[in-house]
């Protein structure tokens, strides 16, 4: 059976042989990319750097960079992915926020790679949809937006989903598989907003790119960290297949294995906050081994996979691999 055959069978919840694998040296996934920007405006500003001009727009001393919509990020040192200092909108009333042309011939390329032949299952990363929002508007503005401006919040993520399902359209066809996309909704406590401010200004935004996916044959895959316990089920509402939760024990795992694992399946290491940083070899393995008799028992629904930065969060890959020998010794399901 083809590591493609395995991750469908996971994902549909058709007696997989074994539990999916992300890891290290051992995935049953290929990535392709989405899409092709074109004619994008100039952008100086592209690349991390040292600009006195974007210093003068946001006071903020260390690197910064411009992305294509606008938005302007800093970082120090050259550490982290950045945070958002400047976003594109500063206001509702007046605003430009151009969404990127995609080509329309990228999915001959993809056609002629010839993917529905490739033995691993096949992924196209999305963009995000609240985290737009949160750059473009800085995290404090957006979360006061769902209470003050919740019909220009609603638009604006309306117009991102539809420009994300156009992107999807331009690719069915085309043997990939799984649509990637996410959105950060938690601390390690609750979800940023209430389940009915989500329900109303982002789920439907999201059920518009889950079908959208769903109509060209795609599985979604949808990363998100923190505790996000309260928007679950609409999620699943919403159409997503597999959960990207990289802190699986904030539920902790066994919510998740007993409560959902039967409808959705879970891409997920172990824990990256609870577990792998604490070194101890005895804990983890134990982790990573009631993870798969948990998920066993649940008739699957776990595909087990590494962080992509451990340095980033002070694991050692000796830790990490503690727990992918031992997955990979009990991946075994039936």
């Not at 007696?15 to 539990?19: G, K």
């Not at 500003?45 to 750097?49: F, I, N, P, T």
């Not at 903020?60 to 960079?65: L, P």
């Given at each position: 059976m083809?590591?493609?055959?395995?991750?469908?069978?996971?994902?549909a919840?058709d007696?997989?042989?074994?539990?999916g694998?992300?890891?290290?040296?051992l995935?049953?996934f290929?990535?392709v990319s989405?899409?092709?920007?074109?004619?994008?405006?100039?952008?100086p500003?592209?690349?991390?750097?040292d600009?006195?001009?974007?210093r003068?727009?946001?006071g903020?001393?260390?690197?910064?960079?411009r992305?294509?919509?606008?938005?302007?990020?800093?970082?120090?040192?050259?550490?982290?992915?950045g945070e958002c200092?400047?976003g594109?909108?500063?206001?509702?009333e007046d605003?430009?926020?151009?969404l990127?042309?995609?080509?329309?011939?990228?999915r001959d390329?993809?056609i002629?790679?010839?993917?529905g032949?490739?033995?691993?299952?096949?992924?196209?990363?999305g963009?995000s949809l609240f985290?737009?929002?949160r750059?473009?508007?800085?995290?404090s503005?957006a979360?006061?937006?769902t209470?003050?401006e919740p019909e220009?919040v609603?638009?604006?993520?309306?117009?991102?989903?539809?420009?994300?399902a156009?992107?999807?359209?331009?690719i069915?066809?085309?043997?990939?598989?799984?649509?990637f996309?996410?959105?950060?909704?938690g601390t390690?406590?609750?979800t940023?907003?209430?389940?009915d401010a989500?329900?109303?200004?982002?789920k439907?935004?999201?059920?518009?790119?889950?079908?959208?996916?769903?109509e060209?044959?795609?599985?979604?895959?949808?990363?998100s960290?923190?505790y996000n316990?309260a928007?679950?089920e609409?999620?699943?509402d919403?159409?997503?297949?597999?959960?990207?939760?990289?802190?699986?024990?904030a539920y902790p795992?066994?919510v998740?294995?007993?409560?959902?694992a039967?409808r959705?399946?879970f891409?997920?290491?172990v824990?990256?906050?609870?577990?792998?940083?604490?070194?101890d070899?005895?804990?983890?393995?134990?982790?990573?081994?009631?993870?798969c008799?948990?998920?066993?028992?649940a008739?699957?629904?776990?595909?087990?996979?590494?962080?992509?930065?451990?340095?980033d969060?002070?694991?050692k890959?000796e830790?990490?691999?503690?727990a992918?020998?031992?997955i990979?010794?009990?991946?075994s399901?039936?």
């Open positions: 083809t590591s493609k055959e395995i991750i469908k069978r996971l994902v919840h007696a997989p042989p074994r539990f694998y992300d890891l290290s040296g995935s049953d290929q990535w989405s899409r092709r920007l074109i004619n994008l405006p100039d952008n500003y592209d690349r991390w750097g600009y006195p001009e974007l003068a727009l946001t903020f001393s260390g690197e910064t960079r992305d294509v919509y606008g938005n302007i990020y800093g970082r120090f040192n050259g550490k982290t992915k200092v400047r594109a909108i500063e206001d509702w605003y430009s926020f151009p990127p042309d995609f080509d329309p011939t990228y390329e993809l002629k790679k010839d993917l032949a490739c033995e691993r299952f096949v992924f196209a990363g963009e985290s737009v929002l750059d473009a508007r800085l995290m503005n979360l006061m937006d209470v003050a220009a609603a638009a604006f993520i309306d117009r991102l989903a539809e420009h994300e156009a992107v999807i359209k331009s069915a066809g085309c043997g990939v598989d799984g649509w996309f996410g959105d950060d909704w390690q406590m609750s940023f907003i209430s389940p989500f329900r109303r200004l982002f439907p935004g999201y059920k518009k790119v889950c079908d959208a996916a769903h060209a044959g795609m599985s979604v895959f949808f990363h960290c923190g316990y928007f679950m609409d999620f699943i919403a159409g997503m297949d597999v959960f990207q939760f990289d802190q699986p024990d795992s066994e998740l294995a007993s409560e959902f039967g959705v399946s891409h997920s290491p824990d990256i906050q609870k577990v792998l940083p604490t070194g070899r005895e804990f983890i393995e134990n982790r990573a081994l009631e993870m008799r948990m998920f066993r028992e008739g699957g629904g776990w595909i087990a996979k590494d962080y992509p930065s451990y340095g969060i002070g694991v890959d830790w990490a691999g503690w992918r020998k031992v990979i010794e009990n991946s399901i039936s």
